[in-house]
């Protein structure tokens, strides 16, 4: 789902034959990729790698206390 | 010198800081997090101060490049947050450094502390969209790790609830600024308001978004359909941590984040404030009932919490200014009683060595701070009066009246009496309950440092009312008025 959004964003800022919108004072730039998508999806990637890696490390540990995955009988907590 | 970036450096630089000396010294994390929060609540108020005179301050990180530039704002509404955040946060420091020695490498709880402030501090003082996500996720990670600090086969379980129902309104938020920044190609929030307003009536895009943020925010801030997370994370964090979370990080998250955007960015509409008041008089609801049945201490508590932000979103759902002003005191009020209640069932859990409603030794005779400073909070969240609860409680009831919804008045007062029953379900027990004292535990006394929060925080919720008196508190209340009134319905 994360991808799916990052993917959206990025194309959110896409243009037609764009081209890389890197600033030059010899270059005229008249059909530019929108960088700021770029930026923040790079952002987002990084955040959702450190929530994944979290999860993973919760995962592992959870596996020590249950010896299982099975989520019917991961269920300490009630009510 | 602009003070405004501070509020994100000091608890930034504490919490690179402790882990470089908190292996070799070994009370290194305890101090340096005491320090670092204190003078972010002196600079907070030192903020309420300048800001009662300037209303609004700018701060741009990347110098004239003002539309494209990174903005920091702080107006009447953050410099309000502020001062409640970074003041609990300064308490609650204080009281983990008595609490937290059970658990083995206190630093790294430290770190994740102060990477915690520094996540809230950035969602209130950011000035663009997308900033305060990346602060939000910062906040929110750092909690998920931090309920998980202790792992037990609970916590771990609760973190890991947390964290999955977390990740997915976070990508909810994400898709909503993505449109939003498709559709008005800024991601500043003053800009992008200005770009909203100037088109005619509510485009459906704008209700999309509308939606997703509702699902994100709500999410965050625990609103019924959305609340199943808070239990469970509330109820196995360490204690300091759930007085962070149910104090401070579902108001700032949720209910700052979502009155943030829907007041100040597209600008309140019938529709949302429906929806906003629907989801308020379900938690309020459901989440009192379902706090009858509890019969672990912090449970409750947590479940009252759901109850309780269900009365703030009621609040900004109603949207008049007196409504606005009863959510705002109510959101101050339960951020001191509630870290206050959380405080306090860590110091019963630790001199009675349970947390089980049925099998409480009854504290005041054993130790009257914990007892009395129990009582003031329940009192104060129930809304018994002279205390500032039972001001916000009533001021909401009147702006429901006031707004000609008689129903809404109606439901607030019956859960309120809700509230009424099931804190004095669990108060009875904590104060007068008469079962043995668990032989494991006897005679664990709290400290001086896990007592000090408590009676400070006891003090500030008799003393809160102050802020509804003319010329004190009014102008610190009133600016954050205000701001949130711009958006309101007209």
Redesign the interface.
């Given at each position: 789902?994360?991808y799916a959004?990052?993917l959206?964003?990025i194309l959110?800022?896409y243009r037609v034959q764009g081209r890389s919108p890197i600033f030059a004072s010899d270059q005229v730039i008249k059909n530019m990729v929108d960088p700021?998508?770029q930026a923040?999806v790079s952002?987002?990637i990084v955040?959702g790698l450190?929530?994944t890696l979290?999860?993973v490390a919760?995962?592992i540990?959870?596996y020590e206390?249950?010896g299982t995955f099975d989520i019917t009988r991961?269920n300490?907590?009630k009510? | 010198m602009n003070l405004i970036p501070f509020f994100v450096i000091i608890p930034l630089a504490a919490a690179f800081f402790i882990p470089l000396v908190g292996k070799r010294i070994k009370r290194s994390g305890d101090i340096v997090s005491v320090l670092a929060t204190i003078s972010l609540s002196v600079l907070s108020i030192f903020m309420a101060s300048l800001i009662a005179v300037q209303k609004v301050l700018v701060y741009n990180v990347i110098r004239g490049a003002v539309p494209i530039g990174i903005s920091m704002v702080v107006d009447g509404l953050s410099v309000f947050m502020l001062v409640i955040v970074n003041s609990i946060a300064f308490l609650v420091a204080l009281y983990s450094t008595g609490y937290i020695k059970k658990y083995t490498d206190t630093w790294k709880f430290y770190t994740l502390f102060m990477l915690m402030v520094a996540g809230m501090n950035g969602v209130l003082i950011s000035g663009d969209l997308?900033n305060m996500y990346?602060a939000l996720?910062i906040a929110a990670?750092a909690g998920?790790?931090l309920v998980?600090f202790g792992?037990?086969?609970?916590e771990?379980?609760?973190?890991?609830k947390y964290?999955?129902m977390g990740?997915?309104g976070?990508?909810f938020m994400?898709?909503g600024i993505?449109l939003l920044?498709?559709y008005t190609a800024t991601?500043n929030m003053a800009d992008m308001a200005a770009v909203i307003a100037s088109e005619a009536g509510a485009s459906k895009i704008i209700l999309f978004v509308s939606a997703l943020f509702l699902m994100g925010f709500g999410l965050k801030a625990a609103l019924v359909p959305f609340h199943a997370w808070l239990?469970?994370a509330h109820?196995?964090a360490p204690t300091p941590i759930s007085a962070m979370l149910s104090g401070l990080l579902i108001k700032v998250l949720g209910i700052y984040a979502l009155s943030r955007i829907f007041f100040n960015i597209f600008g309140m509409t019938p529709q949302v404030s429906t929806i906003l008041i629907g989801l308020a008089v379900i938690s309020m609801i459901l989440a009192g009932i379902?706090a009858f049945?509890?019969y672990?201490m912090k449970?409750l508590l947590a479940y009252s919490s759901i109850s309780q932000i269900g009365y703030i979103a009621l609040g900004l759902g109603v949207g008049t200014p007196l409504a606005i002003m009863g959510a705002l005191f109510h959101l101050f009020n339960h951020s001191i009683a509630k870290s206050l209640l959380f405080l306090n069932a860590g110091a019963i859990e630790r001199s009675t060595g349970t947390r089980d409603l049925r099998q409480m030794p009854g504290i005041l005779a054993r130790s009257p701070v914990i007892g009395y400073t129990n009582l003031i909070g329940t009192i104060s969240i129930c809304g018994i009066p002279p205390l500032g609860g039972f001001w916000s409680k009533i001021i909401i009831i009147f702006a429901c009246i006031q707004a000609d919804r008689p129903i809404l008045a109606f439901i607030a007062i019956a859960v309120s009496i809700l509230t009424l029953g099931y804190y004095f379900k669990a108060v009875t027990p904590i104060l007068f309950g008469s079962k043995a004292l668990h032989s494991c535990n006897m005679g664990k006394k709290i400290t001086v440092t896990m007592a000090i929060p408590m009676v400070v925080l006891a003090i500030l919720s008799i003393i809160g009312v102050l802020l509804l008196l003319p010329n004190t508190g009014r102008a610190f209340l009133g600016d954050a008025i205000i701001v949130l009134g711009r958006g309101a319905i007209r």
């Open positions: 789902m994360e959004v990052n959206f964003f959110s800022g700021l998508p923040i952002t987002a955040i450190s929530l979290l999860l919760i995962a540990r959870i206390k249950y991961i300490k907590l009510g | 997308f990346v996720e990670i998920y790790s998980a792992i037990d086969a609970e771990l379980e609760a973190a890991f964290a999955v990740a997915v976070s990508s994400l898709l993505a920044y498709s991601l239990p469970d109820s196995s379902l049945g509890q672990d449970r």
